[in-house]
Nanobody, 120 residues
């Protein structure tokens, strides 16, 4: 059974920092592409950052230079460090895993999300 469990959200002051975590189980973590997405109230879900199995990263322009996505393969954990938080960073942050199984089937799994509120 695949599980992606996010944590680290909460209430943060504008200008502050936070680190989100996503613990993955039931997948071959080292082979998966891992993403962070966020969804603000009334808005579509958007991709924030991604990291491939090769470690190559990508960021949305809105968070570039303020964020770092990383993965710890020993802990099967994905991280998102965000600095200089802005009110528009508020939302529910979701972890996603995608890749191809050993049986050759593409997969995509989502976590339940962790909520981030920015106090201005």
């Amino acid at each position: 059974q695949v599980q992606l469990v996010e944590s680290g959200g909460g209430l943060v002051q504008a200008g502050g920092s936070l680190r989100l975590s996503c613990i993955a189980s039931g997948i071959t973590f080292t082979a998966a592409t891992m993403d962070w997405h966020r969804q603000a109230p009334g808005m579509p879900r958007e991709l924030v950052a991604t990291i491939g199995s090769d470690g190559i990263t990508g960021y949305a322009n809105s968070v570039k230079d303020r964020s770092t996505i990383s993965r710890d393969t020993a802990k099967n954990t994905l991280y998102l460090q965000m600095n200089n938080l802005k009110p528009e960073d508020a939302g529910v942050y979701f972890c996603r895993a995608r890749g191809r199984s050993i049986y050759g089937r593409d997969y995509e799994y989502w976590g339940q999300g962790t909520s981030v509120t920015i106090a201005s």
